[in-house]
């Protein structure tokens, strides 16, 4: 019952988190609309193409400045993220989390309210959008870090598959929602949005549980060596030898000799030292890349290529989400099944370059062939992106090197998604650069940002590969 209450809670927690998220990608058709669309021009005194627009955005260079909002959230959020998992290793997670979802849900609120006051200055929107950045932070370690306390690594990829798609969930739900007012009054958008995290911070307080140990639950066993199977790279923070003949860390941790000790939260640069946290990380910065470009400009690439209206370009842009849902789910019951993690992630990546580079020379041809391209492309981009955040940031968190200490999940989230963040930072402010030169060259840039991401896993790969060979090679008696 616990376990189920955890993995609900958190998946609410954290689709609230996305949802709040999303409504700028919305929004921005709004701020610089096709005015001509809308009939003669009422203000004479104003420019007849941009009349309908909102200053600050209504100028030749609204993209970049579009960029500059993106780009001041998420380089906060990078920034942010790397403390955020220190803190949330020390600090009871209850807290930290419904205090980092009420202030999300006021400064998402204060972004809204710029439409009602009137606001015209763009830095106004700036600073909202770096302190919304840097308050969600608090999300992403302390949602994962209460699964990982739950779940152990048994089914973990399908598991975290599946509860990962509260992403995609609050992605959708943020563009239906802001789609609702996004023509009428576009600060709703926002508002509402606020709202429903705030009240979900409440809700997180009360009832969120952190460890199973606080209502008499037994820890779940997060890694289990056998001596065939020991991995030869896993040595602990100061190098030493994991463990003695072969015992397994679960056991290690729960030998008489330390009953009731506390463990202590691992360092940065001990996080850092567990092999492949590296490796997933700058994988993660250029998959990030990738997913956040299409988070937050395929709307207006919609608009703008097949010429819808805002509020249908939303509606269209939510099944890009869809296919993550189905992308994160088979990538985590894959890696479940093969056991390689990298492997699952690699294949996807090397799919998805060619899937965008079709999308967009025949994705607009039609409806149904606009569809069917956003959710292969969704699946294939998100499917990598869901698998590092989760399973493999709870293993790496879990690691059989840290001795059964659970202490290091947040940290390990935190340095894994605050690295792809550097990217979810880049992937945005490069296409309001590119994008004024054509968006072919922006999906160039997309497919090249996939290649480089399959490329920074190459050794985790082949490791793996090397480990089904040897696996074959002692079941067939060699």
């Known amino acids: 019952r616990y376990r189920g209450l955890t993995l609900v809670l958190t998946f609410l927690c954290y689709t609230s988190y996305h949802l709040s998220r999303k409504p700028i990608s919305i929004v921005k058709s709004q701020l610089h609309p096709n005015c001509s669309a809308l009939g003669p021009n009422p203000h004479n005194d104003s420019n007849s193409s941009t009349w309908c627009s909102w200053v600050p955005f209504d100028g030749d260079n609204y993209k970049e400045l579009f960029g500059a909002l993106d780009n001041a959230f998420l380089v906060a959020y990078a920034i942010g993220m790397f403390i955020s998992g220190i803190f949330g290793e020390r600090l009871p997670l209850r807290y930290y989390l419904s205090g980092g979802m009420v202030l999300s849900g006021l400064f ?38 209460c699964v990982g306390n739950w ?115 691992i360092s940065f640069l001990g996080a850092l030292r567990i092999p492949g946290v590296v490796e997933f990380s700058l994988c993660l910065l250029f998959a990030k890349l990738v997913s956040y470009t299409f988070l937050y400009w395929l709307p207006l690439y919609i608009v703008n290529v097949a010429h819808f209206g805002a509020k249908e370009a939303g509606d269209l842009s939510t099944l890009f989400d869809v296919g993550g849902i189905l992308g994160g789910i088979f990538a985590g019951l894959i890696s479940d099944y093969t056991g390689g993690r990298a492997t699952t992630c690699c294949v996807m990546l090397v799919v998805a370059a060619p899937k965008l580079f079709l999308y967009n020379h025949v994705g607009q041809n039609g409806i149904g062939t606009s569809i069917a391209m956003l959710i292969v492309c969704g699946a294939l981009v998100n499917g990598p992106y869901a698998l590092i955040t989760t399973a493999v940031s709870a293993d790496l968190g879990t690691h059989e090197s840290l001795k059964g200490n659970a202490k290091a999940l947040s940290t390990v989230t935190a340095i894994i998604d605050g690295t792809g963040s550097i990217g979810a930072a880049l992937g945005p402010l490069l296409a309001g650069l590119i994008s004024p030169t054509g968006w072919n060259n922006v999906f160039y840039m997309l497919i090249a940002a996939d290649v480089l991401a399959c490329l920074l896993l190459t050794r985790v790969v082949v490791k793996e590969v090397r480990g089904w060979c040897g696996y074959m090679a002692r079941k067939r008696g060699y």
């Open 151 to 265: 779940f152990g690594k048994g089914k973990r990829g399908l598991i975290m598959g599946i509860w990962n798609s509260h992403t995609s969930v609050g992605n959708i739900l943020g563009s239906l929602i802001a789609g609702i007012w996004v023509s009428s009054a576009w600060g709703l958008s926002f508002i509402v949005p606020g709202l429903i995290i705030a009240a979900m911070g409440i809700i997180c307080f009360f009832f969120l549980v952190e460890y199973p140990e606080d209502v008499g639950c037994s820890p779940p066993v997060h890694h289990v060596i056998t001596t065939n199977e020991k991995d030869p790279e896993a040595v602990t923070p100061n190098e030493r030898p994991l463990s003695i003949s072969g015992q397994s860390s679960a056991e290690h941790s729960n030998s008489p000799t330390e009953p009731a000790e506390e463990p202590e939260a």
């Open 108 to 145: 998402t609120a204060l972004f809204g309210l710029g439409y009602f006051w009137d606001i015209h200055v763009l830095w106004y929107f700036i600073v909202v959008q770096v302190c919304n950045g840097l308050v969600q932070t608090t999300g992403w370690p302390a949602v994962v870090a």
